[in-house]
């Protein structure tokens, strides 16, 4: 059995849509099913980071400042 271009063509055509299929499934998933994560574990201080990843301020739970 030959392979052809056609043969070829759809073979790849069908592997890239299954591949965009995966990644709109995926997206979906992680945006809307997947259940949220629980920050408790972390203790009750955070950093928080802005764009440019350095520390901005330390926050407290009550909202206090260091």
Do not use: Q
Not at 6 to 26: D, H, R, Y
Not at 37 to 55: D, E, H, N, Q, R
Request: proline share 2%.
């Amino acid at each position: 059995m030959a392979v052809t271009f056609e043969t070829a063509a759809c073979g790849i055509v069908a592997l890239a849509t299954l591949n965009l299929c995966m990644k709109a499934v995926s997206n979906l998933y992680k945006t809307f099913l997947r259940p949220a994560k629980s920050f408790k574990k972390y203790g009750k201080w955070a950093v928080v980071t802005g764009a440019t990843g350095k520390w901005y301020k330390f926050v407290h739970r009550d909202n206090t400042r260091l």
